[in-house]
């Protein structure tokens, strides 16, 4: 027995020592194994070039998430190894570094980061990606409809920018769909704007706001409701007139928003209502758009297969900070214009005043604000040339072509006895013919003694032609009084520069004058 035991003990001793023996030597091959492959990668690291070292260094820290280790080694590749082949990669995987590691801080710094990218590397295929991840970055920081829409401003803009800049990239079409989803933010928030003022009946504020949200934002899921108010207003606004021409101008201003939910929103709960409007008020009835009825058909399908349980979703709402942007449409253009000037609600309800830009006309009535500055000036209107070169313009040369007026103002001055050039005459029949006097705005050349026409205290007296700040008229010569009626605005003092300009300088330190001859 007791041998049977010794025997036992033995072969278990003899088992463990095997045991341990194997170990030992699948840890030794291990370890070896680990050795041969630090040594191999040190050799390559060596034959490598050390910028590529980097970045490599800084992608695998990128990977695991690693953002600042990778920043480092970027950024010491960037300051040491300016002219790398992988600088433009180093910029543009630093930009990615920020954007990824997300928050409100390194998003706004990874915008700068992408911006510079784009200002060094405009030509690289990349760049259409950092306009993207630009527009991305506000994307991410864009906030609800009823607070601040900073940021859903800065995804428009940069959004608008890459559609125009690369209309062909891949990503085009998502970016078409994230502009219309930042659309559908900022008009929600006109729109409720506009809808609080319509129901407390502040009638000149809501038609601001909601021709904003009719002229900017078609795809807006809630346009025919703005449309709806709006030509509400524009009925209102024909009651309260006493005038019949503003009625009739109210009227159909009226008629337009109606014929704009028919024609652009047939499945629109208010279509059967608009039908009804411009039935009572003697209008035709527009036929629907089959491009708009199968647009909203669509969207209608989407809706039902895609958008979640109300419930769920006011749940949703409350919990998140970002904007809901289910609602938003799936097809159609976005609009690619920048914003214009914003309505004024002191103006847009006053008699005559333009309405939407969607086609209305103010024909019955006020004067089209958003007509184009090359057409004619109506009677009354305040719009000025931009180049000088209008009927403002003309009506100042027909003013200051007559240097020799003995009184202040007078509308027929005696002309010269050395009449100027006849480059003057054409102006005198250019300001009768296209607009009076009295529809010269401030900024042009007024007919009054205080005006540039004819400077207060002048006659025809001897005057100072060399005399740079000569505030009197030039001299009598016809080179002077064409100088003078071809001026932009008709200002004296620019002439008398010119004139001064003429004159030698030899004249100008004796102070020599010259002698009107009349």
Not at 312 to 334: E, I, Y
Not at 396 to 408: E, K, L, N, R
Request: charged residues 20%; hydrophobic residues 35%; neutral net charge.
């Amino acid at each position: 027995m007791a041998r049977r035991q010794t025997t036992s003990r033995q072969l278990l001793m003899a088992t463990l020592c095997f045991s341990l023996l194997a170990g030992g030597c699948l840890t030794s091959g291990k370890q070896t194994a680990r050795n041969r492959k630090a040594k191999k990668t040190e050799e390559l690291n060596a034959a490598a070039e050390p910028d590529k070292i980097l970045y490599d260094r800084a992608m695998a820290d990128m990977k695991k998430s690693r953002y600042t280790e990778g920043r480092l080694s970027l950024q010491t590749l960037i300051n040491t190894y300016p002219d790398s082949e992988y600088l433009a990669k180093a910029k543009l995987a630093q930009a990615d570094s920020y954007f990824k590691e997300g928050g409100t801080t390194n998003l706004t710094q990874s915008i700068q980061e992408y911006k510079d990218f784009i200002t060094f590397f405009p030509f690289l295929e990349e760049a259409s990606f950092a306009q993207m991840q630009v527009a991305m970055a506000h994307y991410k920081m864009m906030e609800k409809s009823d607070r601040d829409n900073t940021q859903a401003i800065g995804a428009e803009d940069e959004f608008q920018a890459f559609l125009l800049k690369y209309p062909q990239s891949p990503l085009a079409p998502q970016a078409e769909q994230y502009l219309r989803e930042v659309q559908e933010v900022l008009a929600d928030g006109e729109f409720r704007v506009g809808r609080f003022y319509y129901i407390k009946q502040d009638y000149r504020a809501s038609a601001a706001r909601l021709m904003e949200v009719t002229d900017r934002y078609p795809l807006y899921s809630g346009s025919d409701e703005a449309l709806w108010m709006l030509g509400d207003i524009y009925q209102r606004a024909k009651q309260a007139s006493k005038n019949e021409d503003d009625k009739n101008h109210w009227a159909d201003l009226a008629a337009k928003c109606y014929d704009r939910i028919l024609q652009n929103y047939p499945m629109s709960k208010y279509s059967h209502e608009a039908k009804g409007r411009l039935t009572s008020m003697g209008m035709p009835v527009p036929a629907a758009d089959p491009d708009a009825a199968a647009r909203m058909k669509k969207e209608q399908l989407y809706a039902k297969a895609h958008r979640p349980n109300p419930l769920k979703k006011v749940a949703m709402d409350v919990l998140k900070s970002n904007p809901d942007v289910s609602v938003a449409a799936r097809s159609g253009t976005p609009n690619l214009n920048p914003p214009t000037d914003a309505i004024s609600a002191t103006d847009v309800l006053k008699p005559g005043a333009a309405g939407p830009s969607f086609g209305v006309a103010a024909s019955n009535g006020g004067t089209d604000s958003n007509a184009n500055d090359s057409g004619p000036v109506e009677e009354g209107s305040s719009r000025v040339s931009a180049e000088g070169t209008g009927p403002t313009a003309a009506a100042g040369a027909q003013i200051i072509a007559a240097p020799g007026a003995v009184v202040p103002g007078t509308p027929a001055p005696t002309p010269p006895s050395n009449p100027p050039p006849s480059s003057a005459a054409p102006s005198n029949s250019g300001a009768a013919g296209n607009a009076a006097p009295s529809a010269t705005p401030a900024g042009s050349a007024p007919a009054g003694p205080n005006g540039n026409a004819s400077p207060s205290g002048s006659a025809p007296s001897p005057a100072p032609a060399g005399t740079a700040g000569a505030s009197t008229p030039a001299s009598g010569a016809p080179g002077s009084a064409t100088t003078q009626a071809k001026g932009p605005s008709g200002d004296a003092k620019n002439s008398d520069a010119d004139d001064s300009k003429k004159e030698s300088s030899s004249k100008k330190k004796k102070g020599l004058r010259k002698i009107i001859p009349w």
